[in-house]
């Protein structure tokens, strides 16, 4: 009894951004690790592995299967988990936090989709440029293709020179090899994609909201649907981006193996894929993305609302409610 008063102490006396960062980061963890696999695949397709592309997605899962075993299908999933934790930690709390601001800074802006849609742009924005270089790890450590044995490996290049032992060495070469500019290589279609999307499937997400009657507002399954309709809209308007990204990231090991020379901005590199390899390539690995977004969205509401819930966090309406009631007593006294 007195360990449970004691923990509901420790609960309330948090303040608000941190239950939004904890709820936030419990519900990237669980939902990224649930999709794992097909986001390997996924990264092999858009990154020109050409024996995966050819062989599709069901070959694909045998060849990972049998060649690395189950853990091929997490390979880079530690760097993946340790970037998503707290970026959607950040997402979720900076999405709640510019809400706020946005609302007691103009006290004139109407309570709608346009500022889910903006809000949600500056969070994703402020959360990519926190966790980028996680991110480039991740990348790198999903496009190497080892082998259960030293015959086995995939490589085109001396394995010491490509195939990093974790998140730390991958780190380590790439600052040596790069400077810190390196670690932040394909930042620019990071932001040119997370700001319309992130701003997109708050967006959508909230207007359809508003199209659910209001007998069904606190229904799990309708929230999950709208969850995952928006974010299946605002990936595809924002997929090329993705796709310019992973390609970035991964050119230093592409270029060494291919003899070619390293592509250098955002939109050389778009220009060189459509014109190269067609704009059907900008859509690589999307059919997947597809495959992933829904219960990647209906996991991450879900655990999110849970979260929420047994962190006692209160509504928006609540707290705007005690927001405003302090700034009428602040401006009182």
């Known amino acids: ?9 420790i609960i309330d006396s948090m303040p608000l951004f941190a239950k939004e960062l904890i709820a936030g980061g419990v519900t990237g963890g669980i939902a990224k690790t649930a999709v794992a696999p097909l986001e390997r695949i996924k990264i092999l397709f858009q990154t020109r592995r050409d024996e995966f592309k050819r062989i599709g997605l069901v070959g694909s899962i045998n060849k990972i299967g049998k060649t690395e075993g189950l853990m091929g299908f997490y390979r880079g999933n530690g760097a993946s988990v340790a970037r998503i934790v707290p970026y959607a930690a950040l997402h979720y709390m900076a999405y709640e936090e510019y809400r706020r601001w946005i609302i007691f800074g103009f006290p004139d802006t109407t309570r709608g989709p346009l500022l889910d ?30 082998g259960s044995t030293k015959a086995q490996a995939k490589v085109v290049i001396p394995l010491e020179q490509i195939v990093y032992r974790g998140i730390t060495d991958c780190f380590s070469r790439t600052y040596r090899e790069s400077g ?4 932040y290589r394909g930042v620019a279609p990071s932001l040119y994609g997370i700001f319309p999307y992130a701003g997109l499937k708050f967006y959508f997400y909230e207007e359809m909201k508003r199209h659910v009657p209001a007998e069904h507002k606190k229904d799990i399954s309708l929230k999950l649907v709208c969850g995952s309709v928006a974010g299946l809209l605002g990936q595809t308007l924002t997929y090329p981006l993705d796709v ?25 590199t778009l220009v060189k894929i459509a014109r190269e390899e067609g704009w059907k390539q900008l ?7 597809y ?3 829904v ?4 996991i991450g509401f879900t655990v999110y609302d849970v979260m929420k819930l047994h962190l006692r966090v209160p509504s928006r309406e ?9 700034r009428k007593r602040n401006t009182l006294s």
């Open 180 to 183: 810190f500019r390196g670690l």
């Open 244 to 268: 310019v990204r992973r390609q970035m990231q991964v050119e230093r090991l592409y270029a060494a193996a291919k003899e070619e020379t390293v592509r250098r901005g955002t939109m050389q």
């Open 283 to 289: 859509f690589s690995g999307l059919s997947i993305n």
């Open 291 to 293: 495959l992933k977004v």
């Open 117 to 146: 849609l903006v809000a949600g742009s500056f969070a994703g924005g402020t959360a990519v440029l926190f966790t980028y270089p996680l991110d480039l790890v991740r990348t790198k450590l999903a496009y190497q293709v080892v």
């Open 295 to 298: 219960p990647s969205v209906a």
């Open 1 to 9: 009894m007195a360990e449970g008063e004691e923990k509901n102490g």
């Open 318 to 326: 609540e707290t705007e409610a005690e927001d405003r009631s302090t």
